[in-house]
């Protein structure tokens, strides 16, 4: 555990903030150090295995909270959505009070603030209670504004050229 934990925000439209946070994370479990990734708005079942069944071989705990988001998945209400992402925001809480992780990934927790499923001030209040020997990685795209004060480090990648663009869809174990 390092003496003084940053904030990273990886943020952007462009392909790998996701990715940029699981190589920091399996490169910290090799270092010896405890991970746990919770995600937001990503379904494993949905997904495949991908990241989601390597991790937890490596000894790093991954959590999901608010696997579908209401613009993807109309059965999905915006006041579900706000409550599974407190209910992480509740589950973070519980695991700096355990002193269970040197190094904790929310994944796609700026788009639960972006969408106004946490508010930004939430996102302020849990990074001002995030124990100090704890390094906290933050993903997805639109970080807001007010964060920018709060975090030590901020990527921004930036789409120049995606495949998306002329119609290639997502390809399993490149995209997802």
Known sequence: MTAHGLVQAYTGDGKGKSTAAMGLAVRAAGHGRRVT???FF??????????FSLLPRMGIEVHHFARKHPQLNPGVTRDEASAQCRSGLQFVMKLWAADCCDV??????????????????ELVSLIAAK??????????????????????L??????????FDSGVQGRKGMEY
């Open 37 to 39: 990734v919770v995600t």
């Open 42 to 51: 990503k379904d494993p079942e949905a997904l495949g295995g991908g990241e």
């Open 104 to 121: 904790l990934v929310l994944d796609e927790i700026l788009v639960a603030a972006r969408d106004g499923f946490l508010a930004t001030e």
């Open 131 to 152: 124990p100090e020997g704890m390094e906290l990685v933050l993903t997805g795209r639109g970080m807001p504004d007010e964060l920018l004060p709060v975090v030590d």
């Open 154 to 163: 901020v990527s921004e990648i930036r789409k120049v050229k995606h495949p």
